[in-house]
T-cell receptor
Framework: NAGVTQTPKFQVLKTGQSMTLQCAQD?????MSWYRQDPGMGLRLIHY???????DQGEVPNGYNVSRSTTEDFPLRLLSAAPSQTSVYFC??????????FGEGSRLTVL | AQSVTQPDIHITVSEGASLELRCNYS??????LFWYVQSPGQGLQLLLK??????LVQGIKGFEAEFKRSQSSFNLRKPSVHWSDAAEYFC?????????????FGSGTQLTVLP
């Protein structure tokens, strides 16, 4: 049982480049979300999805896009990377009642 | 909107000593409350949660937390810390309506354990 799988684990981008962070879960959870973690700021919600075809914005959505075509996958797209998007990104899925399963994170550096 | 405050950025304790990590929340109704732990290079793992009922909740790894409504607090405790407890700890609050799948996290407390 793999749980939540994120790829890549590390990525370096130049300003203006685009990329997609992949997230897949095998627990059949309807709810999935993306957080970014920055020093001293905890985790902040970027986007979330309550099921296939349904997505919504979290606290810090600007510069990011998501889609949810299947229950399993929830990719996060950076449209035009900026240095302010240097962060560690976590994908999570949840069966409800606050129990969240996190991936191991993707460390992104934007130069 | 709900918010979570963890006033201690960094705490250092000796192995075998007791531990208390503070968490205060702001929310208009009774929230769902959580503590998560993050080891270096890893994702977050749920330690314990409070939804309702007994205000003292037990979690994994010997941790417990007490919900105090009058103080809007949900402090995490452990009677005797082990070196393997060194990690970052996050308090989180979830909406008590619906299925509480959206969480707001505090900024975290880094725990260092001295031998």
């Amino acid at each position: 049982n793999a749980g939540v799988t994120q790829t890549p684990k590390f990525q370096v981008l130049k300003t203006g480049q685009s990329m997609t962070l992949q997230c897949a879960q095998d627990m059949n959870h309807e709810y999935m979300s993306w957080y970014r973690q920055d020093p001293g700021m905890g985790l902040r919600l970027i986007h979330y999805s309550v099921g296939a075809g349904i997505t919504d914005q979290g606290e810090v959505p600007n510069g990011y896009n998501v889609s949810r075509s299947t229950t399993e996958d929830f990719p996060l797209r950076l449209l035009s990377a900026a240095p302010s998007q240097t962060s560690v990104y976590f994908c999570a899925s949840s069966p409800g009642r606050g129990r969240m399963f996190f991936g191991e994170g993707s460390r992104l550096t934007v130069l | 909107a709900q918010s979570v405050t963890q006033p201690d950025i960094h705490i250092t304790v000796s192995e075998g000593a007791s531990l208390e990590l503070r968490c205060n929340y702001s929310y208009g109704a009774t929230p769902y409350l959580f503590w998560y732990v993050q080891s270096p290079g890893q994702g977050l793992q749920l330690l314990l949660k409070y939804f309702s009922g007994d205000t003292l909740v037990q979690g994994i790894k010997g941790f417990e937390a007490e919900f105090k409504r009058s103080q809007s607090s949900f402090n995490l405790r452990k009677p005797s810390v082990h070196w393997s407890d060194a990690a970052e700890y996050f308090c989180a609050v979830g909406l008590s309506s619906g299925s509480a799948r959206q969480l707001t996290f505090g900024s975290g407390t880094q725990l260092t354990v001295l031998p």
